[in-house]
Every structure is written in C-alpha cells, then in structure tokens.
C-alpha cells in the first residue's frame, strides 16, 4: 500500500503518473494499438459551458500534451458546436472527449448522441451508459432494481415545494446530503446536521438545472474505483485535511491524501468487483470512476459514476493508474484505445 500525497507533495507537480511524461515515448506491452498513425487526426474535446467548464479546460491541457508526447495527432477543440463543426467537416478520424458535466458538458449522452449518428468513434460511455450516470437518481433507481448497495434517498424535482422538502427529511433523517441531481465534482452539494442549515442548502443546490437529491450522509472513508476496459484499478482511499473531499480538497487543496490500494484482500476485492457491476449496471463503457463510501463496518455504498472522469494534475484515475504501473501518458493512450471498440460495434 503506498500513499500519494497531492502533486505538491513531491519535487515536480508531474511525479506519481499525474502528468504527462515524456520519459517513455512508446506504447507499453499493454496496449493493442502500437502506431500512433492508427488513431488518425485526434480532436481532444474539452471545455464546454457546464458549470465544470475549468477543471474540463486542465484535464484536457494535461490529454493534449499527453497524446502528443506519443506522437497522436491529436488538436484541442473547445466544446460541442466547434466539434461538431470540425467532425463533419471531415477534420477528425475519432474524439477523445474530456468533457466534465452536463449542458455543454459533453458527459450527459447529447455529444456521444451527435457524434453516433456522424459515425466518429469517441472515447467512454455511448448514449445510455453517459445519460443514466449523469441523472444520480435514475442511476439509483437501476442499482436499487439490482440490489447493489447505495445510500437511501429521495428525489426532489425543481419546484418542489418546502412542505414536501420537510416530508423528505422526516423520511431521509439527519444527517443528509442535499446535491444537484446532474451534476459533477461536488457542485452545489452540502451536508445538513440541522433544521437551521436545511434552507441554505436547498438554495445552493437550486442554482444549478435539473432537479435536486436529498441522500442519507454515510459517515466513514470515501473510495475511488478507476476502469480501464475491463480492467478494474485499485481503489484509492481519499484523506482529505478537512472532514469532506469537496471541490476545494479535489482541485485547490494540496494536503489530500490518498492511499492506493485502499483496501488490502478480500475487502479490496469485493470493491473493486461492486465497482464493476456498477459501471455495467448502467451501461457504461471505455472507461470511468466509481464512487464509494465504506461506513464503520465495512459495508460499501455506491454514490455515483464518472464517465468522463478528471485528468487533472489532482486528479484520481491518473494515481490509480500509475499505482498499475502506467504513467500518465500510457494511460491517455490506453483510454483513447477504448474509442477502437465504438468502432468495431463494442458497447455502446
């Protein structure tokens, strides 16, 4: 088990596979595609108008240069229209989407949609996999239907009335987790402890489209399960100063722990085996991020999954990765090769 401080933590902001890496220019053993030129003309897709439009412009700053370092062919496009513009001007041969969100985000099923009916492969989750993982609620539903475990909640849609949001905590009880229902990178999400703090997060969590989740809070450590493919990486163990892994802990803080492998034996197993019939529960493919809390007795609950998860200098899938063995650029080549089995009629 090692631990990986945030990428302060060590002489370069580019240590513990967190960056690209211009040391091993070829592909591993690992990789099905060997020639760079196989890929063709590469759009790297981020940005967008979601309200995650900065960490999508650093994860894909960090893709782009990845891919170069390797020799793709790769160019940065920023958004959907411009994409799509440039897709059916014949300009690219696949995308690797880096997109974070919904609306312009690129990660609710709209962009995998347009770029479906164009017949341009793309990286990640087709249609379904992306459009029930961005909707936590109806991901829910689906994992209730299959009794996988996931924290008690209530949905509550715009306009939901104070009386009902009242009923809800009387069925949810304190303490509770009110968040946006379709967002990401914990936007708009508070814990509530009170009465008194109930009405604040109400409103902030209104700021955002769509409609809101009230969830019962888990209280233990927080994990992170990254898939490749079918290859399930091992758990990170998330440690932050604070009590909470929130926004400020995932991209500004730089006293984050993680711990990879989270887990040891048996319990890291059975994790990493609820992760993947999580992600397939949903449909999803190519590659993406579980999240987990485990309480004080060893029981996991699934929270949400990431189909296009962050690549940014703190981000998680690249620490899971290197503990695999993969640096950053290995693992950029690796999700890019997953845009292969779109192509060939893979998972959609």
């Not at 981020?46 to 900065?54: F, L, N, Q, T, W």
């Not at 496009?77 to 997109?99: E, K, Q, S, T």
């Not at 926004?247 to 989270?262: F, L, M, R, S, V």
């Amino acid at each position: 088990m090692t631990m990986v401080h945030s990428h302060a933590s060590k002489a370069g902001s580019r240590e513990q596979g967190v960056g690209p890496s211009r040391a091993s220019p070829a592909p591993s053993s690992r990789s099905r595609i060997t020639d760079a030129r196989d890929f063709g003309r590469v759009a790297v897709v981020m940005g967008g108008s979601s309200a995650e439009r900065e960490v999508s412009l650093n994860s894909g700053r960090g893709v782009l240069e990845a891919l170069k370092s390797r020799g793709v062919d790769a160019h940065a496009i920023d958004g959907i229209p411009a994409l799509l513009d440039a897709v059916r001007a014949g300009h690219f041969a696949r995308v690797f989407n880096i997109l974070h969100g919904q609306h312009g985000g690129g990660e609710d099923g709209v962009l995998q949609g347009a770029l479906d009916s164009l017949h341009v492969p793309y990286t990640g989750s087709g249609v379904l996999g992306s459009a029930l993982s961005m909707d936590k609620v109806r991901a829910k539903w689906v994992w209730n239907a299959l009794e996988l475990p996931t924290p008690a909640f209530i949905p509550l849609p715009r306009g939901t009335d104070p009386a009902s949001i009242r009923e809800a905590v009387r069925v949810v009880g304190y303490p509770l987790i009110v968040k946006p229902a379709n967002e990401g990178s914990s936007v708009g999400v508070s814990r509530v402890f009170a009465e008194k703090d109930l009405d604040g997060a109400v409103a902030l969590a209104q700021r955002y489209p769509g409609g809101l989740m009230m969830e019962t809070l888990v209280r233990g450590d927080e994990f992170t399960v990254a898939i490749l493919g079918r290859e399930v990486l091992p758990s990170i163990r998330i440690v932050p100063k604070g009590e909470y892994y929130d926004y400020n802990a995932k991209y500004i803080a730089e006293d984050t722990q993680y711990i990879c492998p989270g887990l040891e034996g048996a319990p890291e197993a059975g994790l990493r085996a609820l992760a993947l019939r999580a992600f397939d529960a949903l449909g999803c493919s190519g590659w993406g991020r579980v999240d987990v809390m485990r309480d004080a007795q060893g029981r996991n609950w699934l929270l949400e999954v990431n189909t296009a998860p962050g690549m940014t200098s703190h981000s998680l899938v690249p620490k899971a990765a290197a503990a695999a063995g993969m640096d950053y650029a290995e693992l950029c080549w690796r999700v890019l090769e997953t845009s292969f089995d779109r192509e060939q009629g893979g998972p959609a």
